[in-house]
């Protein structure tokens, strides 16, 4: 059973746009959900992190979503640059446990 | 500080053989981890480590074979390896910290392709 399913799978945007990266999950008992991002040959890096008693959160032009009625979070990155292009994982979790990762989404942000 | 290393970085088997892949922490971590990532699969944990001397099962370990040396180093080990395999691996590891969301730290990955 997949645990959290992320959409899309490649997203193009132009520079300065705000694209913004979906996930979805079951289990309600998660209560820690990241988002990672990776560049081509690179391990996988933290980014941003959220729990579910907050509906928001902020980190420089990179936030995160969260509605737990729908038991979904999104990631949007605000005033995106060629830079960010990269692939955007969101994981599922419970504090101090085990990930279950999202299939990844491949950002191009074009000049 | 080196964070997480691997070794090696790339390498390529053919079928039946068999290799290790070595990671090493220098952050104190307790808990350690193998995932392998191939194209639209997201990031699959293969085992893990919750502590020095433990060791349990992760979503894909058919195949696989781990030990946690000591707390700084977790092997991965292919003892026949199969096509199948041929993926990228990383390892990770985390820590808890006193009020803070546990995070991962993912080493550089090792690329493996087995003919």
């Known amino acids: 059973q997949q645990q959290v399913k992320q959409s899309p799978q490649s997203l193009i945007v132009q520079k300065g746009g705000i694209p913004i990266i979906n996930c979805a999950y079951e289990n309600t008992a998660f209560d820690y959900f990241p988002w990672y991002q990776q560049f081509p040959g690179k391990g996988p890096a933290l980014l941003i992190a959220i729990r579910p008693d907050v509906s928001e959160k902020k980190e420089g032009r990179f936030t995160i979503s969260f509605n737990k009625s729908a038991k979904q979070f999104s990631l949007h990155i605000m005033d995106s640059q060629p830079g960010d292009s990269a692939t955007y994982f969101c994981a599922v979790g419970t504090s101090g446990s085990r990930l279950t990762f999202g299939e990844g989404t491949q950002l191009t942000v074009n000049p | 500080n080196a964070g997480v290393t691997q070794t090696p970085k790339f390498q390529v088997l053919k079928t039946g053989q068999s290799m290790t892949l070595q990671c090493a922490q220098d952050?104190?971590?307790?808990?350690m981890y193998w995932y392998r990532q191939d194209p639209g699969m997201g990031l699959r944990l293969i085992y893990y480590s919750a502590s020095e001397g433990t060791t349990d099962k992760g979503e894909v370990p058919n195949g696989y074979n781990v030990s946690r040396l000591n707390k700084r180093e977790f092997s991965l080990r292919l003892e026949s390896a199969a096509p199948s395999q041929t993926s990228v691996y990383f390892c990770a590891s985390s820590g808890r910290l006193a009020g803070s969301l546990d995070t991962q730290y993912f080493g550089p990955g090792t690329r493996l392709t087995v003919l």
């Open positions: 952050m104190n971590h307790n808990s």
